[in-house]
């Protein structure tokens, strides 16, 4: 049997630029820096790919409570940046929302081709989902243990012991692109947790 093939995007500012990593199985079959949503589209589809797990948030904050699934996850001590409305971040002189508007553009891009998740454990056809490395490690390491100072080290061996070889990642960034498929992986297999409501948007982390 054909393992699946998936996808993960680490989304940077415009600096940074986006990563991606795509996995057959346990196999690293393509690695990208830098790379225009355009051409992860065209790659993603060049190899067949099921699920894209995407590292920005699916929606912006429309309510003034926040989005559910970050107040979800905060509840169980995973902590994330809180995503604004579109028009604080507009509005924001600072420039540090950039990389959210790269995201929207990742997803607007993806649309098409990969719909966005809108829940339950099991897909059908091909999607794209929001996630994340930190939600990611907690998920394996649990959260009195995930560590952002340790973040580059707890990473790769979480990839390492499921099988995935580390050595062509070059960046924290490639890796945190290759934890984004690990889940795409997980949500394949039905085996994850989802946090949040279709309006907000979901965040999908694996489920061990």
């Known amino acids: ?16 630029g986006n990563h ?5 199985g346990t ?3 393509c690695n990208s820096s830098k790379t225009s949503p355009e051409r992860m589209l065209d790659q993603c589809r060049a190899f067949g790919v099921a699920a894209v797990g995407i590292d920005a948030p699916c929606r912006w904050r429309t309510g003034v409570a926040g989005r559910l699934a970050e107040r979800a996850l905060a509840q169980q001590r995973i902590f994330s940046f809180a995503t604004p409305a579109r028009e604080l971040a507009m509005a924001s002189q600072s420039g540090f929302y950039r990389w959210m508007f790269n995201g929207e553009r990742v997803y607007d891009v993806f649309a098409a081709h990969f719909p966005l998740f809108s829940g339950g454990e099991k897909i059908t056809g091909s999607v794209c989902f929001e996630t994340f490395p930190h939600a990611i490690t907690c998920a394996f390491l649990g959260t ?3 560590s952002a100072k340790q973040k580059a080290t707890q990473r790769r061996a979480i990839l390492e012991r499921e099988g995935i070889e580390t050595a062509p990642l070059r960046s924290i960034d490639d890796v945190d692109a290759a934890l984004c498929a690990l889940a795409a992986h997980y949500l394949v297999e039905g085996r994850v947790d989802t ?4 309006s907000g948007g979901f965040i999908v982390v694996p489920k061990l």
Request: net charge negative; proline share 6%.
């Open 144 to 146: 009195n243990v995930a």
């Open 27 to 29: 196999e690293l079959v």
């Open 195 to 198: 946090y949040g409501d279709e």
């Open 1 to 16: 049997m054909t393992p699946p093939t998936v996808a993960g995007i680490d989304v940077g500012g415009d600096r940074k």
């Open 20 to 24: 991606l990593v795509i996995l057959r």
